[in-house]
């Protein structure tokens, strides 16, 4: 199925491994959230907040995302969507949360820059984008056929299987009623998240495709980049010497 990027498959190849930790930290990281919005962010003075940052703690969720989780509860993150073109003019979205718009912007334009990209204006590349309800689950959930019929029954759009895992399309507006039917009939869902999903892709090969890569990995590292999506696709043998 066209429109999707290698980089969402590597991803999700690469979650796929760490998804039971994965899920551990989304719950922490939602109840400190949640804690801190109801009862202020001073761990001291929020009982419930100080139980759910100890509880992070004891599963070794790293002390920023403690920290960022705090300041979402409380209002003192401010999220805002980039975008830009990365090397052979590739599209690139990046979804934002950050306390210092500033920093950021210059972190990423520095990126960019140093894989052979540039920042762009609003809507510049939102426009080769489709937002998408997509549903993860693991290859081992069950036959391709049976999963793909069961996506389906539960109102799906569209369905591909990929090395490890299944996707599942959906309305952004019927995400959650396709999630909560596949797991009512017994699915174990990966994630349920709405995505900017590529039109069509641009191929890449060579060093314009080694550094794509380098740039997704470097922006995926950033601690403010919440969500990254681009239109970039390229070779085996290139995933190979990345």
Known sequence: MAGHSKWANIKHRKGAQDAKRGKIFTKIIKEITVAARLGGGDIDANPRLRTAVSNGKSNNLPIDNISRAIKKGTGDLEGVTYEGYGPGGVAIIMDIITDNKNRTVAEVRHLLSKYGGNLGETGSVAW????????????????????????????????????????????????????????????????????????????????????????????????????LYSNFDVDEEALLQD
């Open 128 to 227: 080769v984008f489709d937002k998408k309800g997509q549903i993860i689950l693991d290859s081992k959930s069950g036959d391709e056929d049976v999963v793909f019929e069961a996506a389906l029954e539960a109102g799906a759009d569209d369905f591909e299987a990929d090395d490890g895992f299944y996707r599942v399309t959906t309305n952004p507006t019927t995400l959650i009623d396709v999630r909560d039917s596949m797991e009512n009939s017994g699915y174990e869902i990966q994630s349920a998240e709405i995505e900017m999903v590529p039109k069509t892709l641009q191929r890449l090969e060579g060093k314009e495709a080694q550094s794509a890569l380098k740039l997704m990995d470097a922006l995926e590292d950033n601690d403010d980049i919440n969500k």
